[in-house]
């Protein structure tokens, strides 16, 4: 009898026929004579993390087609120096989406500097009107990066989800919360679960889909998987290894879990490239949405 080993999901290119596909709708679009949609990424302080994701995520903007401006303001920058910032990035008609990098320093309030961005322009999606509309079931809103890629992950090996259990472990306002919205709108049974729920384990083993986002690295083990489920793992955490090297993890402990689930994505190369496909992809709907004022 042969082992079994779950079906890795390729997160890196299903994001790269991701961003071709928007990148021949950008060059569309500019033909009949659309401008270039653009995107501003504001960073502020120098966090080393969030400065290799804002320089890969101008990288791919470019990628794509479109426009990246690049705002690198220092760790002592006031609130109101943000949000004179935003305010001007609004009324910018070359930019159609803004995004302000997580975390930022203490001084800075991130639901003030969040809300002050337009709604039309808010590609985080984590903005008051954006998230309503997706807790209303509304489907002309701008989705948050990380769960509409997380979806796409999933549609690439469910077309139809309807009825099936999906546990989602993490109830964060940027992965938990809107992506248990997005699978009840797949005509999900969806459960919200953290890491302060009851007998997780027993609750995972019910469960067809397993979305975890809680940056423990390892929670989720072999023996809490339904045979088969497909299993999404947001998490990533730096581990230190004996040999004195650093690794990637996520919050599924992979090698029990490859032998039992059906499908699975690795970290690094599952859900991280699918946030900045999504990113693209609701830039590219922010545009859509400016050409039609």
Known sequence: ????????????????????????????????????????????????????????KALQTHHAGMRSFMHMLPQSTSQD????????????????????????????????????ILPIKDVDGLGEVNAGRLALGMTDGIVPCTPLG????LKSVHEDMTGMNALVIGASI??????????LKENCTVTVAHIHTRDLPSLARQADIIVVATGKSGLVRGDWIKPGATVIDVGITRIMQE???????????????SKVAGY??????????????????NTLQAAKLSYRE
């Open 1 to 56: 009898m042969t082992s079994h080993s779950a079906t890795l999901i390729d997160g890196k290119a299903i994001a790269r026929g991701v961003t071709e596909t928007i990148r021949q709708e950008v060059e569309h679009l500019v033909r009949q004579g659309h401008t270039v949609p653009g995107l501003a990424v504001v960073l502020v302080g120098n966090d080393p993390a969030s400065e290799v994701y804002v320089k890969n």
């Open 81 to 116: 120096e943000v949000l004179e910032l935003i305010a001007d990035l609004n009324k910018n008609p070359q930019i159609h989406g803004v995004l302000v990098q997580l975390p930022l320093p203490e001084q800075i309030d991130p639901v003030t500097v969040t809300n002050a």
């Open 264 to 281: 699975l994505t690795p970290v690094p190369g599952g859900v991280g490239p699918m946030t900045i496909a999504g990113l693209l992809h």
């Open 174 to 183: 940027l992965v938990g919360r809107p992506m248990a919205q997005l699978l």
């Open 150 to 153: 997380c979806l796409k992950l």
């Open 243 to 257: 040999n004195g090297r650093s690794r990637l993890v996520g919050d599924v402990n992979f090698e029990e879990v």
